[in-house]
Protein backbone atom coordinates (compact mmCIF):
# COMPACT_ATOMS: atom_id res chain seq x y z
CA UNK A 1 0.00 0.00 0.00
CA UNK A 2 0.67 3.64 -1.03
CA UNK A 3 2.22 6.25 1.65
CA UNK A 4 0.10 8.55 -0.15
CA UNK A 5 -3.07 8.36 -2.53
CA UNK A 6 -3.69 10.64 -4.71
CA UNK A 7 -5.77 10.77 -8.12
CA UNK A 8 -3.56 11.72 -11.12
CA UNK A 9 -6.79 13.26 -13.02
CA UNK A 10 -6.53 15.15 -15.23
CA UNK A 11 -8.74 17.86 -13.79
CA UNK A 12 -10.48 20.19 -16.11
CA UNK A 13 -12.27 23.07 -15.40
CA UNK A 14 -13.42 26.68 -16.71
CA UNK A 15 -11.99 29.98 -15.44
CA UNK A 16 -13.47 30.92 -11.65
CA UNK A 17 -14.94 27.54 -10.76
CA UNK A 18 -13.89 26.21 -7.90
CA UNK A 19 -11.08 23.29 -7.80
CA UNK A 20 -11.04 20.38 -4.71
CA UNK A 21 -8.11 18.58 -4.80
CA UNK A 22 -7.55 15.71 -2.08
CA UNK A 23 -4.98 13.26 -0.64
CA UNK A 24 -5.30 10.16 1.24
CA UNK A 25 -2.89 8.70 4.05
CA UNK A 26 -1.78 5.59 5.52
CA UNK A 27 0.74 6.85 8.11
CA UNK A 28 -1.03 8.42 11.63
CA UNK A 29 2.59 9.76 12.56
CA UNK A 30 2.38 11.96 9.40
CA UNK A 31 1.97 15.49 11.48
CA UNK A 32 3.29 17.80 8.56
CA UNK A 33 1.48 18.40 5.54
CA UNK A 34 2.40 20.46 2.39
CA UNK A 35 0.77 21.28 -1.34
CA UNK A 36 3.01 21.77 -3.72
CA UNK A 37 2.51 23.06 -7.43
CA UNK A 38 4.53 22.16 -10.36
CA UNK A 39 4.06 23.92 -13.55
CA UNK A 40 5.90 22.10 -16.73
CA UNK A 41 9.60 21.71 -16.53
CA UNK A 42 9.60 22.93 -13.30
CA UNK A 43 10.33 21.74 -9.84
CA UNK A 44 7.44 21.75 -7.31
CA UNK A 45 6.99 25.11 -5.50
CA UNK A 46 5.49 24.99 -2.01
CA UNK A 47 1.83 26.69 -1.72
CA UNK A 48 0.29 25.84 1.75
CA UNK A 49 1.58 24.19 4.74
CA UNK A 50 -0.51 22.80 7.44
CA UNK A 51 0.41 21.44 11.07
CA UNK A 52 -1.87 18.51 12.43
CA UNK A 53 -5.15 19.23 11.82
CA UNK A 54 -7.58 22.00 10.76
CA UNK A 55 -7.38 24.70 7.89
CA UNK A 56 -5.49 26.98 6.84
CA UNK A 57 -6.48 29.93 4.00
CA UNK A 58 -4.09 31.89 1.77
CA UNK A 59 -5.53 34.24 -0.51
CA UNK A 60 -7.81 31.78 -2.64
CA UNK A 61 -6.69 28.73 -1.47
CA UNK A 62 -7.20 26.42 1.02
CA UNK A 63 -5.41 24.04 2.72
CA UNK A 64 -7.83 21.34 5.04
CA UNK A 65 -6.56 18.11 6.88
CA UNK A 66 -8.74 15.77 8.49
CA UNK A 67 -6.36 13.60 10.41
CA UNK A 68 -9.09 10.97 11.97
CA UNK A 69 -10.02 10.20 8.33
CA UNK A 70 -6.77 10.60 7.22
CA UNK A 71 -7.96 12.82 4.69
CA UNK A 72 -6.22 16.30 3.30
CA UNK A 73 -7.63 17.97 0.93
CA UNK A 74 -6.79 21.54 -1.24
CA UNK A 75 -9.27 23.99 -2.38
CA UNK A 76 -8.26 26.91 -5.01
CA UNK A 77 -11.36 29.48 -5.47
CA UNK A 78 -12.42 31.67 -8.54
CA UNK A 79 -9.90 29.34 -10.58
CA UNK A 80 -7.26 31.15 -13.29
CA UNK A 81 -5.62 29.87 -16.20
CA UNK A 82 -2.41 30.48 -14.32
CA UNK A 83 -3.82 28.23 -12.05
CA UNK A 84 -2.80 25.06 -14.86
CA UNK A 85 -0.35 23.09 -13.24
CA UNK A 86 0.60 20.04 -11.02
CA UNK A 87 -0.62 19.76 -8.09
CA UNK A 88 1.27 17.31 -5.40
CA UNK A 89 0.49 16.26 -1.67
CA UNK A 90 3.02 15.99 0.51
CA UNK A 91 3.86 14.79 3.99
CA UNK A 92 6.05 14.32 6.83
CA UNK A 93 6.99 12.73 10.39
CA UNK A 94 8.01 15.19 13.16
CA UNK A 95 11.64 14.26 13.42
CA UNK A 96 12.29 13.25 10.27
CA UNK A 97 13.05 15.47 6.98
CA UNK A 98 12.01 12.86 3.93
CA UNK A 99 8.65 13.73 2.31
CA UNK A 100 6.17 11.42 0.85
CA UNK A 101 4.67 12.65 -2.07
CA UNK A 102 1.38 11.66 -3.89
CA UNK A 103 1.52 11.41 -7.41
CA UNK A 104 0.34 14.41 -8.30
CA UNK A 105 -2.99 15.66 -10.31
CA UNK A 106 -3.11 17.70 -13.02
CA UNK A 107 -5.30 20.53 -13.47
CA UNK A 108 -6.01 22.63 -16.62
CA UNK A 109 -8.43 25.79 -16.19
CA UNK A 110 -10.08 26.63 -19.24
CA UNK A 111 -10.67 30.58 -20.32
CA UNK B 1 18.35 35.30 -4.90
CA UNK B 2 19.35 32.26 -6.90
CA UNK B 3 17.35 29.67 -6.39
CA UNK B 4 18.37 25.57 -6.88
CA UNK B 5 20.27 24.64 -9.80
CA UNK B 6 20.80 21.51 -11.21
CA UNK B 7 22.93 20.05 -14.18
CA UNK B 8 22.21 18.77 -16.56
CA UNK B 9 18.39 19.24 -17.59
CA UNK B 10 18.21 16.38 -19.75
CA UNK B 11 20.70 13.55 -20.31
CA UNK B 12 20.46 10.53 -22.04
CA UNK B 13 22.75 7.44 -21.93
CA UNK B 14 23.40 4.11 -22.59
CA UNK B 15 22.55 1.19 -20.19
CA UNK B 16 25.80 0.65 -18.29
CA UNK B 17 27.11 3.85 -18.73
CA UNK B 18 27.98 6.55 -16.04
CA UNK B 19 26.40 9.76 -15.31
CA UNK B 20 26.71 12.42 -12.93
CA UNK B 21 24.44 14.76 -11.71
CA UNK B 22 24.89 18.05 -9.85
CA UNK B 23 23.00 20.24 -7.77
CA UNK B 24 24.16 23.66 -6.32
CA UNK B 25 22.06 24.56 -3.19
CA UNK B 26 20.87 27.95 -2.41
CA UNK B 27 23.40 29.76 -1.07
CA UNK B 28 23.73 29.01 2.72
CA UNK B 29 21.32 26.20 3.25
CA UNK B 30 22.78 23.56 4.76
CA UNK B 31 20.19 21.00 3.99
CA UNK B 32 20.13 19.20 1.11
CA UNK B 33 17.91 16.80 -0.42
CA UNK B 34 17.66 14.20 -3.15
CA UNK B 35 14.60 12.94 -4.98
CA UNK B 36 13.83 11.00 -7.68
CA UNK B 37 10.47 10.77 -9.95
CA UNK B 38 10.18 7.50 -11.79
CA UNK B 39 7.40 7.89 -14.92
CA UNK B 40 4.25 7.56 -13.70
CA UNK B 41 5.41 7.22 -9.92
CA UNK B 42 5.31 9.40 -6.92
CA UNK B 43 8.43 11.79 -6.10
CA UNK B 44 10.18 9.51 -3.76
CA UNK B 45 12.99 10.88 -1.30
CA UNK B 46 16.52 9.46 -1.93
CA UNK B 47 18.76 11.11 0.64
CA UNK B 48 19.66 14.02 2.75
CA UNK B 49 23.03 15.64 3.39
CA UNK B 50 23.33 18.50 6.33
CA UNK B 51 26.57 20.25 5.30
CA UNK B 52 28.71 17.71 3.81
CA UNK B 53 27.29 14.60 6.27
CA UNK B 54 24.85 12.06 4.94
CA UNK B 55 21.80 12.42 7.23
CA UNK B 56 19.74 9.82 5.69
CA UNK B 57 20.72 7.72 2.64
CA UNK B 58 17.80 5.39 3.56
CA UNK B 59 15.80 5.95 0.38
CA UNK B 60 19.19 5.16 -2.09
CA UNK B 61 17.96 2.02 -4.11
CA UNK B 62 21.09 0.28 -4.70
CA UNK B 63 25.08 0.55 -4.30
CA UNK B 64 25.30 1.88 -8.30
CA UNK B 65 23.82 5.20 -6.85
CA UNK B 66 26.72 7.47 -5.16
CA UNK B 67 26.14 10.96 -3.48
CA UNK B 68 28.70 13.65 -2.47
CA UNK B 69 28.51 17.01 -1.02
CA UNK B 70 32.43 17.74 -0.48
CA UNK B 71 32.84 21.44 1.51
CA UNK B 72 29.18 21.60 1.94
CA UNK B 73 28.26 23.17 -0.82
CA UNK B 74 27.10 21.67 -4.42
CA UNK B 75 26.10 17.73 -4.33
CA UNK B 76 26.84 15.40 -7.36
CA UNK B 77 24.50 11.90 -7.40
CA UNK B 78 26.62 9.57 -9.82
CA UNK B 79 25.04 6.60 -11.27
CA UNK B 80 27.55 3.67 -12.31
CA UNK B 81 26.92 1.51 -14.35
CA UNK B 82 23.17 2.83 -15.17
CA UNK B 83 20.09 1.05 -15.80
CA UNK B 84 16.75 1.19 -17.89
CA UNK B 85 15.08 1.50 -14.17
CA UNK B 86 16.90 4.08 -13.35
CA UNK B 87 15.27 7.08 -15.98
CA UNK B 88 13.32 9.58 -14.39
CA UNK B 89 13.65 13.00 -13.24
CA UNK B 90 15.96 13.56 -10.37
CA UNK B 91 15.13 16.65 -8.37
CA UNK B 92 17.12 17.97 -5.49
CA UNK B 93 16.24 20.36 -2.93
CA UNK B 94 17.42 22.57 0.09
CA UNK B 95 16.19 24.36 2.89
CA UNK B 96 17.97 26.12 5.55
CA UNK B 97 15.91 24.90 8.80
CA UNK B 98 16.22 21.51 9.65
CA UNK B 99 12.55 20.59 11.11
CA UNK B 100 12.00 18.01 13.42
CA UNK B 101 9.67 21.41 14.60
CA UNK B 102 8.50 23.44 11.99
CA UNK B 103 8.11 23.43 7.99
CA UNK B 104 11.31 22.77 7.04
CA UNK B 105 10.72 24.88 3.61
CA UNK B 106 12.16 22.58 0.84
CA UNK B 107 13.15 24.79 -2.46
CA UNK B 108 13.28 22.42 -5.15
CA UNK B 109 15.20 22.55 -8.23
CA UNK B 110 13.87 21.71 -11.76
CA UNK B 111 15.18 18.52 -12.14
CA UNK B 112 17.63 16.59 -14.14
CA UNK B 113 15.70 14.51 -16.63
CA UNK B 114 17.86 11.03 -17.25
CA UNK B 115 16.97 9.10 -19.83
CA UNK B 116 18.94 5.27 -19.79
CA UNK B 117 18.62 3.69 -23.63
Known amino acids: QKEVEQDPGPLSVPEGAIVSLNCTYSNSAFQYFMWYRQYSRKGPELLMYTYSSGNKEDGRFTAQVDKSSKYISLFIRDSQPSDSATYLC???????????FGTGTRLTVIP | EAGVTQFPSHSVIEKGQTVTLRCDPI?????LYWYRRVMGKEIKFLLHFVKESKQDESGMPNNRFLAERTGGTYSTLKVQPAELEDSGVYFC???????????????FGAGSRLTVL
Open chain 1, 90 to 100: AMRNPGANNLF
Open chain 2, 93 to 107: ASSFRQGASGANVLT
Open chain 2, 27 to 31: SGHDN
